[in-house]
């Protein structure tokens, strides 16, 4: 499996879009239209592929920061949507694809993974360790929630923590 990000209106993005639609849109009979992808040009577009180069999956997300109760930034991932080719579905490559995924964000220093999930998908998303996070909404006429899973790199430098001596 290859994950390669793809330049917005560009051919491979294109293909991404198509199969967004087919496997998507369509089967969950979403209200879309050109300006909703006209509206991407600012996302991160990426493209899953097979050892043979076959496009089986991708990934549309927003990356941004974001300040926590500290006021220190964290890194932020924003997945607006994740698609499996239809006939691929159920086959564990949604699994891995998230898996590659969640390993080249923690590696970019990112601490948070968050998702649009409409509810058929929730329970998959559930046993991949995400949890729903605020309340349903309606987007493109398909009711979500967002869901979301905190991610970062462990540290090994900190194994053990102990006091040394009595003076302060």
Known sequence: MKIISVMFASPAYDELVNMRIETLYKPLNADIDIDDFAAEY???HLAVYDDKLQMIGGVVAKV???EDEFMNK???CLLRQVVVKENLQGLG???DMLACLEKMLIDKGY???RLYSHLGAMDFYAHLGYGKHGKPFKGNGIKQHIMKKKIQKKSTKLERL???GSEY
């Open 162 to 164: 102990e006091a040394v």
């Open 93 to 95: 490559l949604g699994k």
């Open 42 to 44: 600012k996302d991160v």
């Open 64 to 66: 941004c920061e974001e």
């Open 74 to 76: 964290r890194k932020i």
């Open 111 to 113: 601490k948070e993974i």
